[in-house]
């Protein structure tokens, strides 16, 4: 990791590092009681889980007649074509020293659905050199199964990019807790409502990550967003649904995912599901809240039916840039 890293888990000294170790498992216990229970907790409260298992036989109707109608392979290669797509985004608050500074993200392989994304993923991200690498969630697909299969697949994927200042994840709403232990040992940093800050010369750029939102919200997101430090701010979050309170803390850009793009659209509309509690309007691609700037990638891979319409996947290279 660049030396010039700092965040609130790799402070030094040991009264802090016991400190940090204290909000981790406090996060860790809170996390596992959520994951239990039978609610979502949201920025609205708390909802009832749905149990996606009860759709399943649905789901699979939908499939078979995808099948039939000669539809099903033509939604799996859509979903296989995965490209990286450069984002250039101006920020009116970007430092010089990071002008032109490129950020790699990675959203929602839900590998395990679609195990051959990872093969095409590693092949295109083979040599790929970024600054920073960030991983915005949803790793496996299926919330009953341990997370080890899917993020097995990952690691290759991880390995194949260089990234200068570190590889950054954060969980998403299929990533339960124990996803954590085994990011790390990829030698990722898991942003849990923390931030760090990436230093060049006299400048800094800070990334503030938080747990997902969607179903695991705490007060501690909104805390993470609120108590940052002042200068170019970036949020990485799961979901775009607490894009309004990342606002009003001054971030500068919020990147995030979770929607899939829609998965699958109509030739001549947007998604069909927008899969968001709140923030509906940012369901995908670029989009502006006030002063803040917004991207919710397509992602990589794909929920439910491994199929794609109208929706292409995709490895998002955000390019920051000062104001033309
Ligand atoms: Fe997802």
Redesign the pocket.
């Known amino acids: 990791m660049h030396d010039a890293l700092r965040g609130g888990v790799s402070n030094s000294g040991g009264d802090q590092i016991a400190q940090n170790n204290d909000v981790r498992q406090a996060w860790y216990d809170q996390r596992r009681d959520l994951e239990r229970g039978g609610h979502n907790a949201t920025p609205k409260g708390l909802v009832h889980r749905r149990r996606w298992r009860r759709l399943e036989p649905a789901l699979k109707v939908f499939e078979r007649l995808l099948q039939l109608s000669g539809l099903h392979a033509r939604g799996r290669a859509n979903a296989l074509d995965i490209a990286l797509k450069t984002i250039t985004v101006r920020l009116a608050n970007l430092p010089a020293a990071f002008d032109g500074y490129r950020i790699l993200q990675i959203s929602?392989p839900?590998l395990d659905l679609l195990p051959d994304l990872a093969d095409r993923m590693t092949a295109l991200l083979h040599g790929v050199s970024v600054d920073l690498l960030l991983l915005t969630g949803?790793y496996r697909d299926q919330h009953d199964d341990p997370p080890e299969p899917g993020l097995a697949l990952l690691q290759p994927i991880v390995a194949a990019v260089d990234a200068a200042d570190g590889c950054f994840a954060l969980l998403?709403n299929?990533d339960p807790a124990a996803s954590v232990a085994i990011l790390e040992d990829m030698g990722l940093q898991v942003l849990l409502n923390q931030t760090v800050s990436i230093e060049r010369r006299h400048d800094s750029l800070h990334l503030t990550g938080l747990d997902d939102v969607h179903s695991f919200y705490t007060e501690a997101a909104h805390g993470a967003l609120r108590n940052g430090p002042t200068g170019c701010r970036i949020a990485a979050v799961h979901s775009a649904e607490v894009a309004d309170m990342a606002a009003a803390a001054d971030i500068d850009l919020y990147l995030c995912?979770?929607t899939?793009g829609g998965q699958i659209r109509l030739p001549w509309g947007g998604p069909l599901i927008s899969r968001l509690r709140r923030c509906r309007s940012y369901s995908h691609g670029l989009w502006r809240h006030g002063d803040m700037i917004g991207y919710t990638s397509n992602?990589a891979g794909v929920?439910s039916i491994p199929v794609r319409y109208n929706c292409p996947p995709e490895v998002a290279l955000i390019v920051l840039r000062r104001p033309a």
Request: charge should be negative; proline fraction near 0%.
């Open positions: 929602d839900h949803d998403g299929h995912g979770h899939h992602g929920a």
